[in-house]
């Protein structure tokens, strides 16, 4: 077997990424003794700190998203903002004493032609990897529509931009998506007092909570975090909100204090977006969504004899209000006052430097549970890898155990000799 030039560093593992899965990832490995390095290109944690608005806080409380071997210091039931989630990780690396090297980007990483293992190319020089783990986060590329022209005069914003509401140009504010970060940033701007309009589409709306737990909770007894992915489905929408507190997601309650609900945005036509007539079956679905979950609560606590405060009032849903009855089709959004977009509407990733056989023609990963199609190249942090909470906090440090097992157990099967081997059978 070949062995490196003496010249290029060389490590078993090497990890990209420094967020929570890097983190976890590196816990884990460290469990099995495999020696290896995370790289991160900015600092720990560091989308929880540059990609999120000032006022954003956990989706779960504190005691929920967490890892299972360390809690947040202070109120368990509070809601921790991005700051102090991106210091718990900080924290959690210097406690697993993490071998971390910030400021370091990686560039390349192409299949060694004569030996096992990868060659990496980052900002301080090419590593050796018998095993790569792409841990650089779900939510990585902003994602914005191609539907307004840029010369529209009309500011145009993604969420991961979005810091707070002075940002924005005085006016009203369209806000495009209606999952966590749309209605939360939306409603912040109304709170602010701008005139805002949201355009609405399918999504999942979960109570906070009920009968005095909240739906993070619900979701662990039901099993919907472990839940594999809907058919079809990469990503569940789910409009949820821990601000001031945590309340449930009640859009016909944001239309009653002023803002004006749309559905699913479709096109622009001559200086006006134009919208689905599909405000009402959204938020009605959302609706479904909302009741089913009370009633799979209620048959759990029943069928285990859980004595929970019934709580019958969480069944009334408001009257619809007039935007929902007769929803705006088309807006124009100078006659409106509208003077910037703010795109809600998701991430796409980009594994551009992952140049070996483990995407797919679209460049998705191709992957069962993180273990991709090329041998030692693993994913970690992706929207259902293995199961719901596969993206979220809590749900990436088991599918961290997944991965560092199966390293694991590789090495197991190329340290194996058989009777009679006389030359190692690789490193
Ligand atoms: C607005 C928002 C709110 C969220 N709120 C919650 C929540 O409340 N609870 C929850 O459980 N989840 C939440 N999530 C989901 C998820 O927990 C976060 O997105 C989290 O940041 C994902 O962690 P990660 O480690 O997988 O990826 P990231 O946090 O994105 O970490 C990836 C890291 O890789 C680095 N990197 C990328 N490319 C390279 C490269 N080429 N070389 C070196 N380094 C590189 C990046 O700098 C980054 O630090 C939220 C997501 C968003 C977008």
Redesign the pocket.
């Known amino acids: 077997m070949k062995e490196p030039p003496m010249s290029v560093e060389r490590i078993e593992a090497l990890v990209?990424?420094?967020?929570?899965?890097?983190?976890?990832m590196s816990e884990h490995l460290s469990r099995h003794g495999v020696p290896h390095l995370v790289?991160?290109?900015?600092?720990?944690?560091?989308?929880?700190r540059s990609?999120?608005?000032d006022s954003?806080?956990?989706?779960?409380p504190a005691w929920h998203?967490r890892f299972p071997g360390a809690e947040f210091s202070g109120d368990p039931e509070a809601?921790v903002g991005?700051e102090g989630?991106a210091d718990y990780f900080v924290d959690y690396a210097a406690r697993i004493a993490a071998p971390l090297r910030c400021g370091?980007?990686?560039?390349g990483v192409t299949r060694l032609p004569e030996r096992a293992g990868f060659r990496v190319e980052?900002?301080e020089g090419p590593i050796e990897a018998g095993y790569v783990i792409a841990?650089?986060?779900?939510?990585?590329t902003p994602v914005i529509p191609p539907l307004v022209p840029a010369d529209a005069g009309i500011a145009q914003i993604h969420?991961?931009s979005y810091r707070n509401p002075a940002q924005l140009p005085e006016g009203g504010v369209l806000v495009v998506g209606a999952g966590?970060?749309g209605t939360q940033i939306a409603e912040e701007l109304l709170a602010a007092g701008r005139k805002v309009w949201l355009s609405v589409g399918p999504h999942d709306r979960p109570p906070r909570r009920y009968r005095g737990r909240d739906f993070v909770w619900w979701l662990g007894v039901l099993n919907k975090w472990d839940a594999d992915a809907p058919e079809g489905a990469e990503h569940t929408t789910i409009a949820v909100s821990?601000a001031h507190g945590g309340a449930t997601v009640d859009f016909r309650k944001l239309a009653a204090r002023g803002m004006v609900l749309m559905g699913r945005t479709e096109g622009w036509r001559d200086g006006a977006l134009t919208f689905a007539d599909d405000l009402g079956r959204n938020i009605r679905r959302g609706d479904a969504n909302y009741l089913s979950l009370l009633d799979e609560a209620d048959a759990w606590a029943a069928r285990n004899g859980i004595d929970l405060p019934p709580e019958p009032e969480a069944r009334e849903i408001g009257p619809d209000p007039d935007c929902m009855t007769h929803p705006r089709l088309s807006l124009d959004l100078r006659a409106e006052g509208i003077t910037t977009i703010l795109w809600a509407t998701g991430?796409s990733n980009d594994y551009g430097?992952l140049r070996v056989d483990a995407l797919d023609g679209q460049g998705k990963p191709r992957h069962q549970s993180g273990v991709s199609s090329e041998p030692g190249i693993y994913f970690?942090?992706l929207p259902y890898q293995s199961r719901r909470?596969s993206?979220?906090?809590?749900?990436?440090w088991h599918d961290a155990k997944f991965v560092a097992d199966h390293i694991a157990k590789q090495r197991s099967y190329l340290a194996y000799r058989a009777p009679g081997d006389t030359a190692a059978a690789a490193e």
């Open positions: 990209v990424g420094a967020g929570q899965a890097g983190i976890a790289l991160e290109q900015g600092r720990v944690a560091e989308r929880w990609c999120r608005w954003l806080v956990a989706n779960g998203d809601f991005k989630v370091v980007t990686v560039t980052t900002s841990a650089t986060g779900a939510f990585q969420s991961n966590s970060s821990g991430f430097w970690l942090g909470g993206s979220f906090i809590w749900g990436v």
